[in-house]
């Protein structure tokens, strides 16, 4: 395992006792419970927000993170709300292994990082995991939020057509379903009300 990756989000995990809110992030409850399907792939969990929400709602999920605390936590949580039964928990650093596939939904939301790393070629065999008439589901931060690190400022985050193209996906196997920014409400740490841009790239990859 790449020690750099782990060890950043260790020291950041181990900043407060929580980092994320338990909730799904929006774009996931909103498309994916317009999906049909079984099995799961949660790229970069965290500490579970979004696969608690997919295994409340019939899904069998494959969770995976680099961070032992933010998988600890995770299954803590999901135990808690009686769906550890419907989780797998895999710690993962994605630059060097993935679970095998196939999924019927492979989500990665929000999937940054400012550490040195080819996210293009993760998300490229997170995709060649999608089964037929599955779903890829890419959600990436717009622009920084205001309660940003300064360096997160200085970081271009690429448009959703950008990520579409560095893909390289088989125009012949995938459709379009939704490629494009989405504005939404959001609280900040300081509770500060705010818009927030989400870049959406949804993909099908077609039934063969």
């Known amino acids: 395992m790449d020690t750099d990756h782990h060890a950043h989000w260790e020291t950041r995990y181990a900043e407060k006792p929580r980092i994320w809110s338990g909730r799904p992030n929006t774009r996931l409850a909103e498309i994916a419970a317009e999906l049909t399907g ?14 608690m929400w997919l295994a409340e709602h019939g899904w069998q999920v494959v969770a995976v993170d680099v961070s032992t605390t933010a998988l600890a ?4 949580d999901a135990r808690a709300r ?8 895999q710690q993962h650093d994605l630059t060097q292994t993935l679970p095998e596939g196939p999924f019927d939904l492979v989500s990665a939301h929000f999937f940054h990082t400012m550490l040195e790393m080819d996210r293009l070629a993760i998300l490229r065999r ?21 309660w940003a690190p300064e360096e997160v400022h200085h ?31 959001a609280v900040g740490p300081d509770g500060q009300q705010v818009r927030l841009i989400d870049n959406v790239i949804q993909m099908r990859r077609i039934s063969s």
């Not at 997170?126 to 205001?146: F, N, Q, R």
């Not at 057509?161 to 494009?180: F, I, N, P, S, Y």
């Open 38 to 51: 079984t099995r799961a792939l949660d790229l970069g969990c965290g500490e579970g927000g979004d696969a």
């Open 73 to 76: 936590r995770a299954a803590e």
């Open 82 to 89: 009686g769906v550890l039964g419907h989780i797998d928990f």
């Open 126 to 146: 997170a995709a060649a995991t999608v089964a037929p008439g599955g779903t890829l589901l890419i959600v990436d931060h717009g622009a920084a939020p205001p």
């Open 155 to 185: 970081h271009e985050f690429p448009s959703a057509q950008e990520v579409l193209a560095g893909l390289t996906l088989d125009d012949a196997q995938w459709e379009t379903v939704r490629l494009g920014p989405a504005e939404r409400d």
